[in-house]
């Protein structure tokens, strides 16, 4: 057993973090703020290779795994610069064509991900269906060769920043006559899709939005895999790398606020000469938060390792539990920061309370904490499902 990254992914992390303070919090904010995008992080991070370090070396990516997109993810959240859109467009999106794909999507779509030239989201989520993914009500019906999808997904992120929007919606099984899931790739101009942004209380360069598909007509193509049978294995695929790189962004924003704390109450004087961080009620409190983040990237790390080693099962198990541990983290994190820095916390300049809703929105998507306690429960504790 070793806990230490091998030389190639500790230059990794030394990259991605020297080019995410480069940018860092000020800069993530003013997009934010303006309403734009980061658009130009995103495509230096494409450049030098950060984006597709997941994606298989034939269609252009790094060709490692989800541990060097998950170091990705931490440092540049580390960086004050959590970008939603890694877990969407490259942890989800690209190992789902990657793995089930068929070899002209992947020759397609890969490359755009890997350097970033292209972004495709993720729409799973349903105004009715919410958490329970069985009652999903987009449906897809045969339309001559091609196919027809009809529905409203809600919370997209990123939508006005992609060239596709990966869809999941249930197809009539022809044997059966039940629904079935399947995935869709539909441009984001296609005729029948529409959209309306989110007033979210996030500040965040990334967006989310209300998706209307009205008879949105697509090509057999666009159907993700081979047949009609991919659209289950290839929605799971998508969850271990999502939950992982969620974790790894909430760590990544849980070091940052951290740092940022205790850089001010080891010079923040207001009793004589001693700092504020000498006093344990300010002191003890960010101890406790980053035993948290520390403790939620070990759990990180082993999801990442087992996924890597294709241990796809308890990689869900340690994946699940890394979010949980992260999200909670993050959110102990920023609010401890936010409280041991006073009045200067909430100012937008010490950059800490511009992070409260990103993290507490950590603990809601992309899977709530409850339903991972659910998951737990059932699956590890063996217990009885309520619901
Ligand atoms: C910032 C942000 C970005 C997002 N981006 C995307 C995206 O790109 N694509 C996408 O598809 N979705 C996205 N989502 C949606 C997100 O995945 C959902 O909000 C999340 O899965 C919860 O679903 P819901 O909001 O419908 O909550 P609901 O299902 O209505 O649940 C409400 C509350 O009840 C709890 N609850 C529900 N059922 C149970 C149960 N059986 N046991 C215990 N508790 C339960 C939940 O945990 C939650 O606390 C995003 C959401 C946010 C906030």
């Given at each position: 057993m070793t806990f230490d990254l091998t030389p190639e992914q500790?230059?990794?992390?030394?990259?991605?973090?020297?080019?995410?303070?480069?940018?860092?919090?000020?800069?993530?904010?003013e997009k934010a703020k303006a309403g734009e995008h980061t658009t130009e992080l995103w495509a230096e991070a494409?450049?030098?290779?950060?984006?597709?370090?997941?994606?298989?070396?034939?269609?252009?990516?790094?060709?490692?795994?989800?541990?060097?997109?998950?170091?990705?993810?931490?440092?540049?959240?580390?960086a004050g610069c959590p970008l939603l859109l890694l877990?969407?467009?490259?942890?989800?999106?690209?190992?789902?064509?990657?793995?089930?794909?068929t070899e002209e999507q992947r020759k397609r779509h890969l490359p755009g991900l890997a350097d970033g030239s292209q972004k495709i989201v993720?729409?799973?989520?349903?105004?009715?269906?919410?958490?329970?993914?069985?009652?999903?009500?987009?449906?897809?019906?045969?339309?001559?060769?091609?196919?027809?999808?009809?529905?409203?997904?809600?919370y997209i992120s990123g939508v006005d920043e992609a060239g596709h929007v990966l869809v999941v919606a249930r197809t009539e099984d022809s044997s059966t006559g039940k629904l079935k899931p399947?995935?869709?790739?539909?441009?984001?101009?296609a005729a029948g899709l529409t959209r309306s942004k989110l007033d979210m209380e996030i500040v965040s360069p990334e967006n989310q939005f209300l998706l209307y598909l009205d008879d949105v007509r697509l090509p057999a193509d666009a159907l993700l895999g081979e047949s009609l049978d991919a659209g289950l294995p290839a929605l799971f695929a998508?969850?271990?790398p999502e939950r992982i790189t969620v974790a790894a962004m909430g760590a990544g924003t849980g070091r940052y606020a951290?740092?940022?704390?205790?850089?001010?109450?080891?010079?923040?004087?207001?009793?004589?000469?001693?700092?504020?961080?000498?006093?344990?009620?300010?002191?003890?409190?960010?101890?406790?938060?980053?035993?948290?983040?520390?403790?939620?990237?070990?759990?990180?790390?082993?999801?990442?390792?087992?996924?890597?080693?294709?241990?796809?099962?308890?990689?869900?198990?340690?994946?699940?539990?890394?979010?949980?541990?992260?999200?909670?983290?993050?959110?102990?994190?920023?609010?401890?920061?936010?409280?041991?820095?006073?009045?200067a916390g909430m100012t937008t300049e010490y950059g800490v309370a511009t992070l409260l809703g990103a993290v507490r929105a950590g603990r809601i998507a992309p899977v709530s904490r409850e339903m991972i306690l659910n998951f737990v429960a059932q699956h590890v504790l063996g217990q009885d499902k309520s619901y």
């Amino acid at each position: 057993m070793t806990f230490d990254l091998t030389p190639e992914q500790d230059q990794l992390r030394d990259a991605v973090r020297a080019l995410g303070r480069r940018y860092g919090h000020g800069y993530f904010v003013e997009k934010a703020k303006a309403g734009e995008h980061t658009t130009e992080l995103w495509a230096e991070a494409g450049r030098l290779g950060y984006l597709g370090v997941n994606i298989p070396t034939e269609y252009g990516g790094g060709g490692g795994g989800i541990t060097e997109l998950a170091i990705v993810c931490e440092e540049l959240a580390a960086a004050g610069c959590p970008l939603l859109l890694l877990v969407v467009s490259p942890a989800i999106a690209a190992t789902v064509l990657s793995r089930h794909g068929t070899e002209e999507q992947r020759k397609r779509h890969l490359p755009g991900l890997a350097d970033g030239s292209q972004k495709i989201v993720f729409a799973i989520t349903e105004p009715e269906a919410g958490s329970n993914f069985h009652r999903l009500g987009t449906v897809a019906r045969r339309d001559g060769d091609g196919w027809l999808l009809n529905g409203r997904k809600c919370y997209i992120s990123g939508v006005d920043e992609a060239g596709h929007v990966l869809v999941v919606a249930r197809t009539e099984d022809s044997s059966t006559g039940k629904l079935k899931p399947a995935l869709f790739l539909v441009p984001t101009d296609a005729a029948g899709l529409t959209r309306s942004k989110l007033d979210m209380e996030i500040v965040s360069p990334e967006n989310q939005f209300l998706l209307y598909l009205d008879d949105v007509r697509l090509p057999a193509d666009a159907l993700l895999g081979e047949s009609l049978d991919a659209g289950l294995p290839a929605l799971f695929a998508g969850l271990n790398p999502e939950r992982i790189t969620v974790a790894a962004m909430g760590a990544g924003t849980g070091r940052y606020a951290i740092e940022r704390a205790s850089e001010y109450t080891a010079t923040r004087k207001v009793w004589g000469g001693r700092s504020i961080g000498s006093h344990q009620g300010v002191s003890h409190p960010l101890a406790h938060a980053a035993v948290q983040v520390e403790l939620a990237r070990l759990m990180i790390q082993k999801a990442a390792t087992r996924y890597d080693a294709g241990r796809d099962l308890e990689a869900g198990v340690a994946g699940n539990m890394a979010k949980y541990a992260a999200g909670e983290a993050a959110a102990l994190a920023v609010d401890t920061a936010v409280q041991v820095l006073g009045g200067a916390g909430m100012t937008t300049e010490y950059g800490v309370a511009t992070l409260l809703g990103a993290v507490r929105a950590g603990r809601i998507a992309p899977v709530s904490r409850e339903m991972i306690l659910n998951f737990v429960a059932q699956h590890v504790l063996g217990q009885d499902k309520s619901y």
